[in-house]
């Protein structure tokens, strides 16, 4: 089945800007979507469509995407944005929901 | 704001059937423009998305459990359900039951429920 990398980990002081990457060979011809999951909770979506962001989600979320990697960056990062970050894409191939592997942001 | 809530037994034995019912509120099953999913999360681990369901009984499952799984939709109740059947330790998870906003070509999940755990286990 289709597989979207992550790095299982990125660290950040607070203040300053998290960035997590997402690649794969589908994201350059499809939409990735961003979800943030923090200890305990369900998932929620932050970004989507690429770039798009849902009502009630901070400005300083951004989604952007070149070629086969999508960025997920969290600007001016606070403590309550430790969490799980996954990206997500619609492999339309084979009509198939893929999640990326999921990557662990820590506010030192 | 449309709310989901999963519902069902938290321990399955093995080789028995996981039955799973996602109770929508404050929206319609049959509103169309929507599709109904379940994504599982084995613990300490990543997202997997199960399969979806159309309110019409259209249905598409993720490979990795097409053999075992059901969904089906009651829209006189406003709910979706899900069946895995023949179930093992591996099937232990938190199970979710989310919209699917349909961004053709690339559909997201745009509302989620809380979330049950089921364990499998005798």
């Known amino acids: 089945s289709y597989v979207l990398t992550q790095p299982p980990s990125v660290s950040v002081a607070p203040g300053q800007t998290a960035r997590v990457t997402c690649w794969g060979d589908?994201?350059?011809?499809?939409?990735v979507h961003w979800y943030q999951q923090r200890p305990g909770q369900a998932p929620v979506l932050v970004v989507y469509s690429d770039s798009d962001r849902p009502s009630g989600i901070p400005e300083r979320v951004s989604g952007s995407k070149s070629g086969n990697t999508a960025t997920l960056a969290i600007s001016r990062v606070e403590a309550g944005d430790e969490a799980d970050y996954y990206c997500?894409?619609?492999?339309?191939?084979?009509?198939?929901?893929?999640f990326g592997t999921g990557t662990k942001v820590t506010v030192l | 704001q449309v709310q989901l809530q999963e519902s069902g037994p938290g321990l399955v034995k093995p080789s028995e059937t996981l039955s799973l019912t996602c109770t929508i509120s404050g929206g319609s099953i049959d509103s169309g423009g929507y599709y109904w999913s379940w994504i599982r999360q084995r613990p300490g681990k990543g997202l997997e998305w199960i399969g979806y369901?159309?309110?019409?009984?259209?249905?598409f499952y993720n490979p990795s459990v097409k053999s075992r799984v059901t969904l089906s939709a009651d829209t006189s109740k406003n709910q979706f359900s899900l069946k895995l059947t023949s179930v093992t330790a591996a099937d232990t998870a938190v199970y979710y039951c989310?919209?699917?906003?349909?961004?053709?070509?690339?559909?997201?999940?745009?509302?989620w429920g809380l979330g049950t755990l089921v364990t499998v286990s005798s």
């Open positions: 369901i159309y309110y019409s009984g259209i249905t």
């Open positions: 989310a919209r699917v906003e349909d961004g053709a070509p690339s559909y997201y999940f745009d509302q």
């Open positions: 589908i994201i350059e011809t499809t939409s």
């Open positions: 997500q894409v619609w492999d339309d191939n084979s009509d198939l929901g893929v």
